[in-house]
C-alpha cells in the first residue's frame, strides 16, 4: 500500500511566523503534490514537484514556497504566516504519467492567530 | 484548460436506498477520471478511476461510476447505501492531451445516508 504521511495532524502558530509542513511518502513516486482546502472551495493546488529539486507553481503559490531535495520529501514553507493560511493542506504524490493516481497523505488542520 | 463541476453540494438519500453523485467534465483528449472520498478530518481516498475500456468502473466500498462521453459525465453510484457512506466525495480529472499534470477536483459533494 502507498503511504503518504504528513509530520503534523494539528498545528496552531502565531501571525508572522515561519511554518514547515513536511511530506513524506515511501513508493518511490516521482510526482508530488500540496493542495490546501477550504469549505466551499475544494481543493486548491499550491505547488507540485515533478522530481528532485523541481518545483512548479500551482493556483495558489501567493505567500507559499516548496522545497524537494530528496524524492520521497516535500516541504511546504509559510514564509510568514496570516490568518487567510488557516486551513486544512494535504499532500499527495502519485508516479509519473497521465493515467496515475494521487494519494494523499491524512492533512494537517492550521490554524493562524 | 480543464475542469470539474459537481453540481450538488449535498445529497441525502435513505439507507438502502441507491445513491448517486454527479460529476461532469471539460477536458482537451480522453479523460482520465478519479472519484476520491473523504471522512471527517481524514486525507482523501481513491474509490476508483476510469482510464479505457467498460464505461462502467467497479470500485472499493461497493461503488461504481458509469462513463458517459457523449454527455461528459461520470457519476458515482452505490446500489444501496449504508450511513457509513456519509462523508465528502470528490471528482476530479485530468485530460489524454495534458500529459503528467496534477489532477483537477471538482468542489465536493456531501453525502448524508440517513438510518
Known amino acids: 500500500d502507498v503511504k503518504v504521511t504528513q509530520s503534523s495532524r494539528y498545528l496552531v502558530k502565531r501571525t508572522g511566523e515561519k511554518v514547515f509542513l513536511e511530506c513524506v511518502q515511501d513508493?518511490?513516486?516521482?510526482?508530488m503534490f500540496w493542495y490546501r482546502q477550504d469549505p466551499g472551495l475544494g481543493l486548491r493546488l499550491i505547488y507540485f514537484?515533478?522530481?528532485?529539486?523541481?518545483?512548479e507553481k500551482g493556483d495558489i503559490p501567493e505567500g507559499y514556497s516548496v522545497s524537494r531535495e530528496k524524492k520521497e520529501r516535500f516541504s511546504l514553507i509559510l514564509e510568514s504566516a496570516s490568518t487567510n493560511q488557516t486551513s486544512m493542506y494535504l499532500c499527495?504524490?502519485?508516479?509519473?504519467?497521465?493515467?496515475?493516481?494521487?494519494?494523499f497523505g491524512p492533512g494537517t488542520r492550521l490554524l493562524v492567530l | 484548460a480543464q475542469s470539474v463541476a459537481q453540481p450538488e453540494d449535498q445529497v441525502n438519500v435513505a439507507e438502502g436506498n441507491p445513491l448517486t453523485v454527479k460529476c461532469t467534465y471539460s477536458?482537451?483528449?480522453?479523460?482520465?477520471l478519479f472519484w476520491y472520498v473523504q471522512y471527517p478530518n481524514r486525507g482523501l481516498q481513491f474509490l476508483l478511476k476510469?482510464?479505457?475500456?467498460?464505461?462502467l468502473v467497479k470500485g472499493s466500498y461497493g461503488f461504481e461510476a458509469e462513463f458517459n462521453k457523449s454527455q461528459t459525465s461520470f457519476h458515482l453510484k452505490k446500489p444501496s447505501a449504508l450511513v457509513s457512506d456519509s462523508a465528502l466525495y470528490f471528482c476530479?480529472?485530468?485530460?489524454?492531451?495534458?500529459?503528467?499534470?496534477?489532477?483537477?477536483f471538482g468542489k465536493g459533494t456531501r453525502l448524508s445516508v440517513i438510518a
Open positions: 476510469y482510464i479505457t475500456g467498460d464505461n
Open positions: 514537484s515533478y522530481d528532485v529539486k523541481m518545483k
Open positions: 476530479a480529472v485530468r485530460g489524454g492531451l495534458s500529459g503528467n499534470t496534477p489532477l483537477v
Open positions: 513508493m518511490d513516486h516521482e510526482n
Open positions: 477536458v482537451s483528449g480522453n479523460p482520465y
Open positions: 499527495a504524490s502519485s508516479l509519473g504519467g497521465a493515467l496515475e493516481t494521487q494519494y
